[in-house]
């Protein structure tokens, strides 16, 4: 029986005369492919990068499923493989939709592959996670762990990845302690049943490096997001979004380091990345854009850094809105720079701006609050 992958990528955008085009060629040549063959394509541009692309495949196979009666075990990896694309893209209530209906064959039908229900449960985990539905996060979690444990045994390479999405949980929730075990055990059991080279190891590596970064222990974090980055070009490429967000992680370790000059490779190397993948209108983009921004005007190259304040600043007004925390942190930096500048009279026309959007999100929270405790 053909092994079916779980992804926990983060899919980018195409352009649209790109997309129209191969949305186009997709559907003739779809009328002659049966689920496999949608499965298979689905799961190669996922691999590739070509996240949109594999959406449509994934959709495609879901109702080929359904057509051609296929068994219970691959209409649940069907859900499952669809479900997760959904969470990547922050589509969290379509994704809960179709983990319900994968959940519901395995509580109903016999399944048989033992990986997939385990898998399932945390990888909704994961969503209720991001979606910052904690307690219903725990409870999937909770029986992911009892289903491997029963079926599979705390041994299995599937551990590797449940770990690695729980501790990703409790770095949501500050549980420091209990996140550096999860991340710990799973690198453990990585090594051990799959290699010290497995693709597996990237996101535990990099997750555990963010653990000792919000700890300040900065030449723990180095080695590991090292090796990560290593292992990520090695399978995935240099323009793919792991290898990307372990670039970008990386310049914060290097810039905390104070190694300012391996601090703009890191960032102009995710920057490069994030722009072929995503286009450059993605959020990822903006974030990236002004980490290197900062380096750079600690290395005093002004102008490159406000341009790039600009475009961040743009980015963010557009993708999340005028008046929100990222927007506020934006104008601050830029600010800054332009003061070093000596542009001062466009610096607090920033500075104004961002006090406005602290003050406004303060008391949007604290009016929240008294509305919750009333």
Do not use: C
């Not at 669809?82 to 399944?111: D, H, K, N, P, V």
């Not at 209990?178 to 990585?190: M, P, Q, S």
């Not at 974090?221 to 967000?245: D, F, N």
Request: no cysteine; charged share 25%.
């Amino acid at each position: 029986m053909m092994k079916r992958q779980f992804h926990f990528i983060v899919a980018p955008r195409l352009s649209l005369l790109l997309t129209l085009a191969m949305f186009m060629s997709l559907a003739v040549a779809a009328q002659d492919l049966n689920f496999r063959a949608l499965d298979s394509l689905g799961r190669g541009d996922f691999d590739r990068g070509n996240y949109d692309q594999a959406e449509r495949y994934f959709r495609l196979a879901l109702d080929r499923a359904a057509a051609e009666g296929v068994s219970e075990t691959d209409m649940v990896g069907a859900l499952g493989n669809l479900a997760e694309q959904l969470r990547l893209t922050g589509r969290y209530q379509e994704s809960e939709e179709f983990y319900g209906r994968a959940i519901a064959i395995l509580r109903s039908g016999t399944i048989d592959d033992p990986r997939f229900a385990p898998l399932i449960w945390a990888t909704q985990g994961a969503m209720y996670e991001q979606a910052g539905k904690f307690a219903l996060s725990e409870s999937s979690f909770k029986e992911a762990f009892r289903l491997a444990q029963r079926d599979l045994g705390l041994d299995h390479e599937v551990m590797a990845k449940i770990l690695n999405l729980r501790g990703s949980l409790y770095i949501a929730t500050r549980r420091w302690k209990e996140a550096e075990r999860d991340f710990r055990r799973g690198i453990d059991v990585a090594e051990r049943q799959l290699g010290k080279h497995d693709v597996t190891l990237v996101p535990l590596l990099g997750n555990l490096g963010i653990v000792y970064g919000l700890r300040r222990r900065w030449h723990t974090v180095q080695p590991l997001l090292v090796r990560a980055l290593a292992i990520s070009e090695l399978h995935y490429g240099a323009k793919h979004p792991e290898t990307a967000m372990i670039l970008n992680s990386l310049g914060a370790t290097y810039y905390w380091l104070g190694n300012l000059t391996e601090a703009e490779s890191a960032f102009r190397r995710a920057l490069a990345a994030r722009l072929k993948i995503l286009g450059p209108d993605a959020s990822t983009v903006a974030t990236t854009s002004s980490a290197l921004a900062l380096v750079l005007t600690g290395q005093e190259k002004y102008a490159e850094a406000k341009s790039l304040y600009a475009e961040s600043l743009r980015i963010h007004e557009h993708k999340v809105g005028l008046r929100t925390p990222e927007v506020a942190a934006t104008l601050e930096q830029f600010a800054r720079l332009l003061r070093k500048m000596k542009s001062d009279e466009e610096a607090l026309t920033l500075e104004s701006r961002a006090k406005s959007i602290r003050t406004e999100l303060k008391y949007t929270v604290k009016a929240t609050t008294q509305r919750r405790v009333n």
